[in-house]
């Protein structure tokens, strides 16, 4: 676990961290933020509620749950998860915060996790996504991915971690 870097002006360091318990509080507020602004219509890899927030929080296990912190605050959350299921490609799923959004913090976050993904062996990744959920797609297919229809207006995105990253 990290304890931080105080940046000039006294603030804290912007943190990717594996989630434990010393941010269950944090995540459970991220996740009511996520709930009130309506984002478990588009973001729904489980309940956004503090429950869940305990639940992965103590959580053991071979998927990786990742916040994205500053100063003790959740900005943004992101997982790999599928491998305790005996899947080799991991399912990806990102969330900004929705007043940090626009400032590159999920494209941070996404090569943060696509790199946790490579040092675990994985090939590729993949991820579903609404279609409609433009400002997602345009980072997506900037990163790289390649989709494919599922129905309900979701796409199945995959991306070949044995690729150079995209910029």
């Not at 790199?115 to 433009?134: F, M």
Request: aromatic share 8%; charged share 20%; glycine share 14%.
């Amino acid at each position: 676990m990290s304890t931080g870097v105080t940046e000039p002006g006294g603030g804290k360091a912007l943190e990717i961290r594996c989630i434990g318990a010393d941010l269950e509080a944090a995540l459970a507020v991220f996740f009511e933020e996520l709930a009130r602004a309506g984002d478990e219509a588009v973001f729904h890899p489980h309940p956004l509620t503090a429950e869940q927030a305990v639940a992965i929080a103590r959580r053991r296990g071979a998927d990786l749950y990742y916040a994205l912190v500053k100063g003790g605050e959740v900005l943004g959350y992101g997982v790999l998860r599928g491998w305790e299921e005996g899947f080799a490609i991991p399912s990806l799923g990102i969330a900004i915060a929705p007043r940090h959004r626009g400032r590159g913090l999920g494209r941070l976050l996404m090569a943060f996790l696509h790199e946790a993904a490579r040092l675990q062996g994985a090939a590729q990744v993949r991820l579903k996504v609404y279609a409609a959920n433009t400002g997602a797609m345009n980072l997506y297919r900037r990163l790289g991915y390649v989709f494919r229809e599922l129905g309900d207006g979701q796409l199945l995105g995959i991306l070949d971690l044995s690729r150079p990253p995209s910029g």
